[in-house]
């Protein structure tokens, strides 16, 4: 079993910024694919941004140029910086993981950006 653990979250004024954190831990072989999701009141959840082991990214359009995914392989960690914060990124942001194939998630962290 592993366990991602986000963290980062928090209330930030439109045009601001906030760093999320994923740690996974537990019974780790090989992490490959992260990715952080958002899902709004209402909403289904959405992909933001994902990264592959080897780094290689991909962005879903409504953050491109705002927000960059990056993680540490040694300390099993995601992160998402998020820049020029909109009332509209307001959601509960969550990591997922693959390890040996299986899917995991954390449980979220909360993101209000106020207008």
């Known amino acids: 079993q592993v366990q991602l653990v986000e963290s980062g979250g928090g209330l930030v004024q439109a045009g601001g910024s906030l760093r999320l954190s994923c740690a996974a831990s537990?019974?780790?072989?090989?992490?490959?694919?992260m990715g952080w999701y958002r899902q709004a009141p209402g909403k289904q959840r959405e992909l933001v941004a994902f990264?592959?082991?080897?780094?290689?990214?991909n962005y879903a359009d409504f953050v491109k140029g705002r927000f960059t995914i990056s993680r540490d392989n040694a300390k099993n960690r995601v992160y998402l910086q998020m820049n020029r914060l909109k009332p509209e990124d307001s959601a509960v942001y969550s990591c997922?993981?693959?390890?040996?194939?299986?899917?995991?998630w954390g449980q979220g962290t909360q993101v209000t950006v106020s207008s």
């Open positions: 537990g019974s780790i072989v090989r992490i490959s694919d």
């Open positions: 997922k993981a693959y390890d040996l194939g299986i899917e995991y």
């Open positions: 990264i592959t082991r080897g780094s290689s990214t």
